[in-house]
T-cell receptor, first 115, second 117 residues
Framework: EPEVTQTPSHQVTQMGQEVILRCVPISNHLYFYWYRQILGQKVEFLVSFYNNEISEKSEIFDDQFSVERPDGSNFTLKIRSTKLEDSAMYFC?????????????FGPGTRLTVL | AQKITQTQPGMFVQEKEAVTLDCTYDTSDPSYGLFWYKQPSSGEMIFLIYQGSYDQQNATEGRYSLNFQKARKSANLVISASQLGDSAMYFCAMREPGGGSNYKLTFGKGTLLTVNP
């Protein structure tokens, strides 16, 4: 069964450093998302991406964040200059084109720790 | 703004018994969808079940069923015949109304279910 994959599973970085989180969505999916979950809190929407552009972004997704689909398979989230409060689990999700009832399938997450 | 409320931070159930996890939601839009996801201790988010606001029947997926009460704005997850592997965090989520195919999800705070042997 196809699944969303994410690398790395755990990333440790120093405050102020750039990080790139990688995701490979399910191959026939066309909508892509990033969510984050700060430890012990609920999952929050960051950004949605379709047709090579951002569809919607939350207030969390400020100028320090960017997303890219550099080729036909990868979908990346870049944090330009990490802050302590960026420490969280980051989930990539994808959905196939179609009805609004279609499910978003999540990857296993990348745990980002900013020191 | 839409809102999802899960009032049970933690629940305990004996193996082989059924358990209900509560979820209430708030929206004024007639078209919406509700999802349940399971998050084991390993961290991944696993889709369990979906209920659309116009669906005539309650959704079922194996041991999972959704007790959808539209007038009460509740979408409780029922797990029958609990197994030890059901121990996890469970999140209720709502598809943003009117978002079309490209929707974002709003999540509740989750309920931590522990299944006792």
């Amino acid at each position: 069964e196809p699944e969303v994959t994410q690398t790395p599973s755990h990333q440790v970085t120093q405050m102020g450093q750039e990080v790139i989180l990688r995701c490979v969505p399910i191959s026939n999916h066309l909508y892509f998302y990033w969510y984050r979950q700060i430890l012990g809190q609920k999952v929050e929407f960051l950004v949605s991406f379709y047709n090579n552009e951002i569809s919607e972004k939350s207030e969390i997704f400020d100028d320090q964040f960017s997303v890219e689909r550099p080729d036909g398979s990868n979908f990346t989230l870049k944090i330009r200059s990490t802050k302590l409060e960026d420490s969280a689990m980051y989930f990539c999700a994808s959905k196939k084109q179609g009805a609004s009832t279609d499910t978003q399938y999540f990857g296993p997450g990348t745990r980002l720790t900013v020191l | 703004a839409q809102k999802i409320t899960q009032t049970q931070p933690g629940m305990f159930v004996q193996e082989k018994e059924a358990v209900t996890l509560d979820c209430t939601y708030d929206t004024s839009d007639p078209s919406y969808g509700l999802f349940w996801y399971k998050q084991p201790s390993s961290g991944e988010m696993i889709f369990l079940i979906y209920q659309g606001s116009y669906d005539q029947q309650n959704a079922t997926e194996g041991r999972y069923s959704l007790n959808f009460q539209k007038a009460r704005k509740s979408a409780n997850l029922v797990i029958s015949a609990s197994q030890l592997g059901d121990s996890a965090m469970y999140f209720c989520a709502m598809r943003e109304p009117g978002g079309g195919s490209n929707y974002k999800l709003t999540f509740g705070k989750g309920t931590l279910l522990t299944v006792n042997p």
